[in-house]
């Protein structure tokens, strides 16, 4: 009876290893688990030239079979402006955001301590200008209630924040948002051909490449602001995602960084290439030869490294748009990116 009684305990507390040891190892199966399936957001336009490449050419998938992971599923969005990839990427229905500064620094303010919002890379500088069909408009100065000025998001995008920097430094930082008012929210093509047509009052649009160029081949539109002349040449876009998507996909987020990189390579290495790449993705709408030119700008620059991030941390701080100021660019981006001589 004592030996069975031992037997039984020995049984019931081998028992108990074994599940616990079992749900350990299920644990840590779990753990290891990546995504299948990633979800990217870009937008429209030539500042997300590198993503396009990555969706056009499959690296993404490429750099995945490389990586040992053969069957990851990716899926591209198309977004408009900043707001709509912050809200995407905090529901979990996105895992890598792209856009201007601005609305990434806005979202890193907010999940600071909480769902940890960094960047992934820079993507790229490139001029973005103030154009518009209103004669009597020469600077900003002139811009008056009746002027409808078209972006990507009003308030929030870098075009409107550089609105804001060109009013702060004509007008003072208490008037940065004077011009907030005459901001409308429209994609891109849409705000160029309402511009264009002057359709719903829409008489100027701050637009970025290749809309910009077009737009002054155009009869009676002229170039107001330039952003090299409010901030230089500093970053226009990045990537961004969540602290958690970074930790428990590492294997992921490694092809993703290797894909990007690979993407801007190729732009550097073969303009043409990444015209003719562009070109395809817009289904024979745009020009080869307009969209190398524009490449082979001086001013157009891709790169992970960040330009003058600061520039706009500082600015958005001082105006009271972010409650969260960073001490440096390394602190808005994860470290795979901190070597770089950013700023």
């Known amino acids: 009876m004592i030996a069975f009684i031992r037997t039984t305990a020995i049984l019931r507390k081998t028992g108990v290893l074994l599940t616990a040891a079992l749900a350990l190892n299920l644990g840590i199966a779990s753990a290891r688990a990546e995504v299948s399936e990633v979800t990217i957001a870009k937008q429209y336009g030539l500042l997300f030239l590198p993503l396009i490449i990555m969706e056009q050419t499959g690296m993404v ?116 948002q004077r011009l907030d008012k005459l901001g409308v929210t429209l994609a ?51 990537v961004w995602t969540t602290a958690a998507f970074r930790r428990d996909n590492p294997k992921v987020y490694k092809v993703f960084l290797d894909a990007f990189q690979e993407a801007i390579d190729l732009i550097n290495k073969d303009k043409r290439q990444a015209a003719e790449i562009y070109v395809k993705s817009t289904n024979g709408k745009e020009s080869i030869e307009d969209t190398l030119a524009i490449l082979n700008d001086p001013h157009s620059e891709y790169t992970t490294t960040p330009k003058n991030i600061m520039k706009y941390a500082d600015f958005m701080s001082d105006i009271g748009l972010i409650k969260t100021k960073p001490n440096n660019w390394q602190d808005l981006f994860f470290p795979e990116i901190h070597s770089l001589p950013g700023s």
Request: net charge neutral.
């Open 61 to 176: 998938e490429k750099q995945a079979e490389k990586a040992g992971i053969p069957n990851l599923q990716v899926r591209w969005q198309r977004m408009t402006g900043g707001s709509a990839m912050n809200d995407a990427l905090i529901s979990g229905s996105l895992n890598f955001a792209s856009g201007g500064v601005p609305p990434f620094l806005i979202l890193w303010a907010k999940t600071q301590g909480k769902m940890d919002v960094r960047a992934v890379a820079a993507m790229d500088s490139l001029p973005i200008y103030l154009n518009t069909r209103d004669p009597k408009v020469k600077t900003i100065k002139d811009l008056t209630d009746g002027n409808r000025i078209a972006m990507p998001a009003a308030t929030i995008s870098i075009q409107a924040i550089m609105l804001q920097m060109a009013a702060a430094k004509e007008w003072g930082k208490d008037q940065a």
């Open 188 to 238: 891109h093509p849409e705000a160029m051909a309402a511009m264009l047509s002057n359709a719903g009052g829409i008489d100027s649009h701050f637009a970025s490449p290749p809309y910009n160029y077009q737009e002054l081949t155009k009869p009676g539109i002229h170039k107001v602001l330039d952003s090299y002349d409010i901030i230089g040449p500093a970053t226009c876009e990045v």
